[in-house]
């Protein structure tokens, strides 16, 4: 991981279209400003872990949802 010490106003760029901007700090926390491309997507770390779980869950098959899809397939066919 690499460690950096910026001041509230100062700025790092992540490659050449990516720029992060301490804002402020209060008390523990500290307010950052991120501009990033228009079709980037951006998630806090919580927000992201659970979108994967859910993706992960999501493709994720079961004997049954195979023998369900095929029924419906079977059904749809006569």
Avoid: C
């Avoid at 690499?2 to 760029?13: H, N, V």
Wanted: glycine share 6%; charged share 30%; hydrophobic share 40%.
């Amino acid at each position: 991981m690499l460690i950096l010490t910026r001041r509230p106003g100062e700025s790092l760029y992540v490659g050449e279209d990516i720029r992060i901007t301490v804002l402020s700090l209060q008390g523990k926390q500290v307010k950052i400003g991120l501009e990033v491309p228009n079709d980037m997507t951006v998630y806090r770390e919580e927000v992201y872990k659970r979108v994967m779980e859910e993706n992960r869950l999501a493709m994720e098959t079961s004997n049954e949802d195979l023998f369900v899809a095929a029924a419906l397939w079977h059904e749809s066919k006569r």
